[in-house]
Nanobody
Framework: QVQLVESGGGLVQAGGSLRLSCAASGRTSSNLAMGWFRQAPGKERECVAT????????YYADSVKGRFTVSRDGAKNTVYLRMNSLQPEDTAVYFC????????????????????WGQGTQVTVSS
């Protein structure tokens, strides 16, 4: 079992930045592909960014490409999402998710593929 805890959300003005963290604990290992998802009120959960176990493969949704950066620190079992140039449309609850895999370059864009989820952290961007 893996527990995920997000932190770093908050209220920020448009154009500002935040860094989300997702700390994994429990039966952790190095073979976790990680994803960041977000869900705004009345909208479906969408994949924002993913990173493979090795860190060599990443994916970004078109809406955040060039503004968000996903990274991971294996020694700390932590994944980060750096969010720059935030806009009101980025307002949502952000979730991190983990999927155990033996493919070091694997990642998935589908929430259904992720076994472990954090509780979410609210990001609110004011205009």
């Amino acid at each position: 079992q893996v527990q995920l805890v997000e932190s770093g959300g908050g209220l920020v003005q448009a154009g500002g930045s935040l860094r989300l963290s997702c700390a994994a604990s429990g039966r952790t290992s190095s073979n976790l592909a990680m994803g960041w998802f977000r869900q705004a009120p009345g909208k479906e959960r969408e994949c924002v960014a993913t990173i493979s176990w090795s860190g060599a493969s990443t994916y970004y949704a078109d809406s955040v490409k060039g503004r968000f950066t996903v990274s991971r620190d294996g020694a700390k079992n932590t994944v980060y999402l750096r969010m720059n140039s935030l806009q009101p449309e980025d307002t949502a609850v952000y979730f991190c998710a983990a999927d155990r895999t033996f493919n070091s370059n694997y990642y998935s864009l589908r929430s259904i593929d992720y076994t472990y989820w954090g509780q979410g952290t609210q990001v609110t961007v004011s205009s």
